[in-house]
């Protein structure tokens, strides 16, 4: 069983940043692809960013493209987002999402295990 906890959500102004974390533990870390999702209210769970186990190989939403970077340290077992130049519309729950191996294209299947999630407000 793997667990994971994301934190450092909260209220921003546009233009501003945030950067979350998400722990994992249970599972050996460095083997597996992360992800990070989001869901905001009336709304899907939406892809966001992506990284291999390795953290060589990203991949993000083109609505995220350029200003989010998702990150890993592998001794730490945590894996990061820092969020810049935020939106509106980046308000959602950040959820990160623990992968089934060593990489992951972004697909909700191809993750095992999921995050209770983080609150990101944007306000305009």
């Known amino acids: 069983q793997v667990q994971l906890v994301e934190s450092g959500g909260g209220l921003v102004q546009a233009g501003g940043s945030l950067r979350l974390s998400c722990a994992a533990s249970g599972r050996t870390f460095s083997r597996y692809a992360m992800g990070w999702f989001r869901q905001a209210p009336g709304k899907e769970r939406e892809f966001v960013a992506t990284?291999?186990?390795?953290?060589?190989?990203?991949y993000y939403a083109d609505s995220v493209k350029g200003r989010f970077t998702i990150s890993r340290d592998n001794a730490k077992n945590t894996v990061y987002l820092q969020m810049n130049s935020l939106k509106p519309e980046d308000t959602a729950v950040y959820l990160c999402?623990?992968?089934?191996?060593?990489?992951?294209?972004?697909?909700?299947?191809?993750?095992?295990?999921w995050g209770q999630g983080t609150q990101v407000t944007v306000s305009s």
């Open positions: 999402a623990f992968g089934t191996t060593t990489w992951a294209s972004g697909g909700p299947y191809e993750y095992a295990y």
């Open positions: 990284i291999s186990s390795s953290g060589i190989v990203t």
